[in-house]
Each structure stands twice: as structure tokens, then as C-alpha cells.
């Protein structure tokens, strides 16, 4: 009987987690039809000239010019998340699209707690955003959206520009400000949505940390605001690009800063068909 009664809860959960990710799937074929056809001119030297000379030099060094225009981007991570920080971390294998028309972000998680799966999945798409995590593909342990949640995913979304395709960093959607030789301050719009962030590079021209005050984190059903950071802590040459190898995600809470998610890329696909 208590076979019986495992096989069926690990067959359920096994069907809904599909569910999850037959929904990654179709937001993922939304936005490569979206994208197909659209503008593969290379990037060249004029593209750069109007940005900060540092970020114009992170640019080169991870080999942005000659490239082609950067309509969307697929990538493959491993790494371990915590909800807190003092909650236990959970092994994660991730993946992601991101489209840059139209602001869009397709994150899927798999991973387990206490031996149980779980499967995650992040959208942001018409400058909105929703975040549900499931435990065997049932029971929400997450289920977020709302005017704090679209802006923390775009903070996000942009991250993921600077960090994983750092040819989208001509866009005219992003506004930069020069403090020094090696900081720069960005603001990146999408829509009604504003956000900014304080960006650290060293002399080689590597991208070495990103800090922005308009993210949130999630404690329970409250958002707190707070600085959200993600240093970086190696790179390494993926597909023809230098790229964050490894990096971590950092809040920073009055009584210290904490790591709650620690991302290895295993591989990044630009402009998949």
C-alpha cells in the first residue's frame, strides 16, 4: 500500500512539474517566432561610441564588436539557492531565454528540498512579471506578481543584459552617467518601469560587480527593498565571448549582506532560431 501510495504522489507530481515546464516552452516559442527574422547587422566600433569609455572597454574585452545585433539569448546554469540565510541551500540546474525587442525573461528551476522536487518558474514579459515555485508540482512555496515584482524583474532583466549579453548594452533604452574611470551609473527603462544601478568594472575592463537599490526580496508574501548585488568572480570564454563564469546574487540587509543564489553558466546561445 505505501508503494502504491509513493508511485501515484511521484507520478502526480511528475505530471504537473511538465506542466511548468510545457508553459516555459510555449512563452519560449512566443518569443523566438517573435524574434525571427528580426535585425543581424554586427555590431561595429560606431555602435560604442556613445557609451562611457569603461563600458565601451568591458565591451571589447568580452569581444562585443564585430558580433552580430543580440535579438535573444539562451542560457544554461547550475548552481544552489537558498530562500534565507539561515534556511539550508538547494542544488539548482536552471534555464533561461531572454528576448530583447520586447523586454521578456523565461527562467525555469529544477531542484530539490529535503529530497522533494521542486520546479520554479520566473516570467517577465509586457513589463510584467510573475514568480511561482512548486513542491512536487503541486504546492505553491511561491506565488508572486505586483508592482514590486515587475520592477525587482526589471532590475533583473537588465542584469542579465550586462552580465550575459553584454552586446544589448547599446540599446537606447539605457541612460549612462560616468562617476569615475571605473564606475558608471545606468538607467535602464522598459515602459513605465525605471530602474538603476551602480556598476563596477577594474582596469582589464571586466565587469566585476552591479549593485542596484530597486530590487526587492521576497519574505514570505512582503517585499523589503534593499541593495541587490551580484559580484563576479571569474570569467571565462563561452561561444566566442568573454562572460561571467560565476556569480552570486547578494542581499543586502541591515544586519549584513547575504548570499541567497550562486550561478555557474554552463553555456550561452545568442540568437537562437
Known amino acids: 500500500m505505501i508503494i502504491a501510495i509513493v508511485f501515484v504522489i511521484g507520478t502526480v507530481a511528475i505530471y504537473f512539474s511538465q506542466t511548468m515546464k510545457k508553459q516555459f516552452n510555449q512563452e519560449v516559442r512566443i518569443g523566438l517566432d517573435r524574434t ?53 541551500w538547494m542544488k539548482i540546474h536552471a534555464e533561461q531565454y531572454s528576448f530583447f525587442d520586447d523586454p521578456t525573461r523565461v527562467f525555469y528551476i529544477k531542484a530539490k528540498k529535503a529530497g522533494l522536487p521542486v520546479r520554479g518558474i520566473h ?7 510573475i514568480m511561482v515555485v512548486k513542491l ?15 520592477q525587482s524583474e526589471t532590475v533583473t532583466m537588465f542584469n542579465d543584459m550586462c552580465m ?19 564606475n558608471v551609473k545606468a538607467v535602464y527603462t522598459n515602459g513605465d518601469h525605471s530602474i ?29 527593498q534593499l541593495p541587490w548585488s551580484t559580484p563576479v568572480e571569474d570569467y571565462a570564454e563561452i561561444n566566442g565571448l568573454m562572460l561571467p563564469k560565476h556569480a552570486d546574487a547578494v542581499y543586502h540587509r541591515k544586519e549584513g549582506p547575504y548570499s541567497y543564489a550562486e550561478f555557474t553558466v554552463q553555456d550561452v546561445l545568442f540568437n537562437v532560431e
Request: avoid cysteine; glycine fraction near 8%; charge should be negative.
Open 196 to 224: 538603476s544601478a551602480k556598476i563596477t568594472f577594474n582596469e582589464e575592463g571586466q565587469l566585476v560587480d552591479f549593485i542596484s537599490d530597486d530590487r526587492s526580496e521576497l519574505r514570505g508574501k512582503d517585499f523589503v
Open 36 to 88: 525571427a527574422g528580426n535585425e543581424t547587422d554586427l555590431i561595429t566600433e560606431k555602435d560604442l561610441q556613445h557609451l562611457p569609455e569603461i563600458v565601451q572597454k568591458y565591451l571589447r574585452y568580452a569581444g562585443v564588436p564585430g558580433m552580430q545585433k543580440v535579438r535573444n539569448v539562451h542560457i544554461f546554469l547550475e548552481g544552489r539557492m537558498r530562500g534565507g540565510p539561515d534556511e539550508d
Open 136 to 150: 512536487l508540482g503541486l504546492f505553491k512555496v511561491v506565488d508572486a506578481s505586483g508592482p514590486v515584482m515587475d
Open 123 to 129: 516570467l517577465y514579459k509586457n513589463e510584467k512579471a
Open 164 to 182: 550575459m549579453a553584454p552586446g544589448t548594452l547599446i540599446d537606447t533604452r539605457i541612460q549612462w552617467e560616468e562617476i569615475d574611470s571605473l
